[in-house]
């Protein structure tokens, strides 16, 4: 991915940014490296479309006003669809770091007692393994 930025500041500072990026191609984009929680979940769709999820866990490290350090663990669910979830079933196992590429996904559906159930996750297009 070529992102080539060039700044150039006049004299009122005024920032201009020139850009060859495709802004369009960067709206509901995710880009997430974090740990697998657990071997991925596989189901199939009634259509018989097959997919699998993971729990992603990443990781941010900071300092609290007291000065220790704090490393606070975030999850975020992750489903991937046809050939990459047959990749993420074969590969993908707890603990794996991935690099994952995908795109925001909100969706609501009724539950068997007429709840209305939201629901929030990461739909991969890219899956990339880092260490083995």
Request: with cysteine.
């Amino acid at each position: 991915m070529n992102f080539n930025l060039q700044c150039r500041i006049n004299i009122g500072n005024i920032v201009k940014l020139k850009s060859n990026i495709n802004m369009r191609n960067l709206r509901n984009k995710v880009q997430l490296i974090g740990n697998a929680g657990s071997t991925p979940v596989v189901q199939e769709t009634k259509n018989g479309n097959k997919y699998a999820k993971i729990s992603l866990a990443t990781n941010n490290n900071y300092t609290n006003k007291d000065g220790e350090k704090v490393k606070e663990t975030q999850w975020h669910p992750i489903v991937f669809w046809g050939k990459k979830a047959e990749i993420a079933e074969k590969y993908i196992s707890k603990g794996q770091e991935v690099f994952i590429e995908g795109s925001l996904n909100y969706r609501t559906y009724e539950n068997d007692e007429g709840e209305k159930k939201y629901v929030f996750e990461i739909i991969s297009n890219d899956l990339l393994l880092l260490n083995n």
